[in-house]
């Protein structure tokens, strides 16, 4: 039976996998069992996008650079749909990161994608965010507390 996924939490769910490791997200794909196949419908398929950037961010657009991306589209054969598009050349990620998003679509699949891959993808990913803050506040200077060398 399938269900739609709430747009907001589809989002979440995306940008977990996304960011996630790619090693630790094959890890827990591989750990949810026997998987439904999925067809591929696109991709996975490798390109470049501009980036761009504004001054100040509301300035006149300008081109910062190009980026690698590999995105990915796959069928159930229930007949729901699942997208990627990550940043990157991971050809693997792009077509796991789909499965998990067509999947997610099915209403006995998404609690345990929840619980199994997108908890500890937005676990791991708290936990860099923790351990480079903390490495940029051990390197932080505090110009007001530093003594004028004219005694």
């Known amino acids: 039976m ?3 996924i709430v747009p907001t939490k589809r989002k979440r769910m995306l940008d977990a996998f996304a960011a996630c490791d790619p090693v630790l997200l094959s890890e827990r794909y591989h750990a949810l069992g026997d998987l439904p196949a999925a067809a591929p419908v696109r991709g996975p398929e ?3 996008i501009m980036l761009r950037g504004r001054a100040g961010g509301g300035g006149a657009p300008f081109n ?5 991306v590999t995105r990915a ?7 729901e749909v699942g997208h990627s598009l990550i940043l990157g050349r991971n050809a693997r990620k792009a077509q796991i990161v789909a499965h998990l998003d067509a999947l997610a679509q099915r209403s006995e699949w998404a609690p345990r994608i929840e619980q199994d891959v997108v908890q500890p993808a937005l676990a ?3 936990a860099e965010r923790k351990r480079q803050a903390e490495e940029t ?6 110009f007001f507390t530093m ?4 005694d």
């Open 64 to 68: 910062l650079g190009e980026a690698s």
């Open 124 to 126: 791991q990913r708290d």
């Open 147 to 150: 003594v004028r060398g004219e």
């Open 73 to 79: 589209s796959v069928k159930l054969a229930s007949g």
């Open 2 to 4: 399938s269900s739609s």
């Open 46 to 48: 490798i390109g470049m």
């Open 137 to 142: 506040e051990a390197t932080r200077v505090d």
